[in-house]
């Protein structure tokens, strides 16, 4: 048996089911409404209490989700517990500086606005499990841990995408005082003049894969 933790939409359940008819496939996520879609078996679940059996899985998948839950060793203990001996585990996060030039041009436009020399960084919730240090947390639960960097670069030529991206910053920017409709006005100015001098506005990705055994 196969359990996805977090599945979220289950883009990784369903490729899973169609590449592999052999294996049971159950899809996780806390989430009701989103597991609506889903074809069965889907189970409404906390990651921190998973309503499964010890050692009843053969693999399971954590992806972009360890940064979401609230206590991240006790997370572990329960992967750890349900899968079996030299079960493997799945995980993938961001690295801390994955799609920094993001974080820099909202900075850079929330000084402007404040009229200060440094804008607030943003909130990043990946930072709480960062490839940087993911193996060090994953060590006292999981043997062979292997990182499989995924890096890449987005390339955009013009505003619209990014400012639609940064849009999402909303609820971070009222909580750190940060005049939201403001800064994004002024980063949607300095990524025109950017785009119109050098042509493109280059966003570097940083992410991986941690492929894991059961100790």
Known sequence: MVLDVGCGNGKYVSRIR???PDLTVVGMDISAGILAGLAQPVVVADAAALPAADGCAAALLAMHMLYHVDDLN????EIARVLGPGGTFIASTNA?????ELDDLWASAAADVLGTDQGPPRIS???RFALDDAPDRL???FTEIRVLELNGMITVTEPEPVIAHLASYRTWADSAGVPFN???ERAHQRLHELITRKGAFHIHCRGGILLCTRR
């Open 74 to 77: 006790t997370t572990l203990s």
């Open 18 to 20: 169609a590449h592999r």
């Open 96 to 100: 801390r500086d994955d799609k920094k």
């Open 139 to 141: 060590q006292p639960y």
């Open 182 to 184: 403001a800064t994004l």
């Open 125 to 127: 919730l990946s930072n």
